[in-house]
């Protein structure tokens, strides 16, 4: 079982900044693949950026360039660096974990949340002009 906690949302105007935490316990082991989902007012969950075992990152074309996805291993911790953060980035953001999710976003070019079984609770960023 692998637990997730996210933190660091907020309230930003457009072209700010905010850096996301996800904190994982639990058997949270070496093989997890951990991602970074967002789901918009009305709108489903989509994956927005991961990174594999391996250190590699994957982004979505609506957040490179702006989003950096990075890990901490000895403190377990995820990060989300967001800078020229823009309206349309305003959702509920997510971290995710699952041994699938990186192979298959490899293979697919795309996260599925089917291939994640741990869910964060969710913390909300707000984008204001």
């Known amino acids: 079982q692998v637990r997730l906690a996210e933190s660091g949302g907020g309230s930003v105007q457009a072209g700010g900044s905010l850096r996301l935490s996800c904190a994982a316990s639990?058997?949270?082991?070496?093989?997890?693949?951990m991602g970074w989902f967002r789901q918009a007012p009305g709108k489903g969950r989509e994956g927005i950026a991961s990174?594999?075992?391996?250190?590699?990152?994957n982004y979505a074309d609506s957040v490179q360039g702006r989003f950096t996805i990075s890990v901490d291993t000895a403190k377990k911790i995820l990060y989300l660096q967001m800078n020229s953060l823009k309206l349309e980035d305003t959702a509920m953001y997510y971290c995710?974990?699952?041994?699938?999710?990186?192979?298959?976003?490899?293979?697919?070019?795309?996260?599925?949340?089917?291939?994640?079984?741990?869910w964060g609770q969710g913390t909300q960023v707000t984008v204001s002009s």
């Open positions: 639990g058997d949270t082991g070496s093989n997890y693949c």
């Open positions: 995710g974990a699952g041994l699938f999710l990186c192979p298959a976003m490899r293979a697919l070019g795309r996260w599925r949340e089917k291939d994640v079984p741990y």
């Open positions: 990174i594999d075992t391996d250190g590699s990152p």
